[in-house]
């Protein structure tokens, strides 16, 4: 039941605005092998705040429609909005927007959306971040935010992913002041590896931190097993399920 009540709490996202709007490509970033960064130049772009996502519309010249949605990576004193899209093999939307657009391209965003899983600085800490694979989009955007605000709130992340490869903002993420930061590699570590090596587990959250009579602000997104997972283990640790504000997202969502 603790674990129902922290996962379902996104039942009825928020919206700005039910309005499209036409983005331009302004530039494009490799992230890592499977995955890059989308610059968009979004004219009348209302601002959000870390954690939203957008919905995006591509329209095909037969007129079919595809849509899926995606974390905003870039913090809300941005100029600029960006996505972080991962290539998903047999996905619809994503191969293409990771193989095939380039800058000056265009199409339709809508947004922000989601009013639950967001973090403001004035909220402060401490912050406890844990993600999945591209999970760390919207996480990395309250990094940011951090980072641009000059927070001293205390925030600590813990990164699952596949191999260090697969990380994404791997350097930005370790330049980044006053953050304790920890890999969770699950399938290939490289030599002399120190982190951990494995997948998450009561250990690591513990290990990790902060401690739940600490009162911290927990913040976990990534696929919905490794979501289900972490919300399970953090309620066991003593996180309070009201303070961990989950995101998930399923197989389908290329």
């Not at 391209?105 to 402060?124: A, Y």
């Not at 920890?182 to 590896?193: D, I, M, N, V, Y």
């Not at 997948?199 to 990790?208: F, G, H, K, S, T």
Request: net charge negative.
């Amino acid at each position: 039941m603790e674990r129902a009540a922290v996962l379902e709490r996104l039942a009825t996202p928020l919206r700005a605005a039910v309005v499209w709007r036409l983005a331009t490509v302004r530039a494009v970033r490799a992230e890592t092998p499977g995955a890059r960064t989308l610059v968009l130049d979004v004219p009348e772009w209302p601002g959000h705040v870390a954690g939203q996502h957008v919905d995006v519309r591509l329209t095909a010249e037969d007129g079919y429609v595809a849509e899926r949605s995606y974390s905003i990576a870039s913090p809300p004193e941005a100029a600029d909005v960006e996505l972080t899209i991962e290539r998903i093999d047999d996905g619809e939307v994503s191969p293409y927007l990771t193989d095939d657009v380039r800058a000056g391209d265009q199409f339709e965003v809508r947004g922000p959306v989601g009013g639950h899983f967001t973090w403001r600085v004035e909220q402060g800490g401490p912050l406890l971040l844990v993600a999945g694979g591209s999970g760390l989009v919207p996480l990395m955007a309250m990094l940011r935010h951090r980072a641009a605000q000059r927070s001293d709130a205390e925030a600590r992340v813990l990164v699952s992913a596949r191999r260090i490869e697969d990380v994404l903002y791997r350097d930005e993420l370790q330049r980044l002041a006053g953050v304790q930061l920890s890999f969770a590699l699950t399938r290939e570590q490289p030599p002399g590896w120190t982190g951990f090596g494995r997948r998450i587990d009561a250990a690591m959250i513990e290990a990790v931190g902060p401690r739940p009579e600490d009162r911290p602000r927990v913040f976990v997104c990534g696929p919905t097993a490794f979501v289900e997972r972490a919300a399970d283990l953090l309620v066991a640790a003593g996180h309070d399920p009201r303070a961990i504000r989950a995101e998930r997202f399923g197989p389908t969502g290329g």
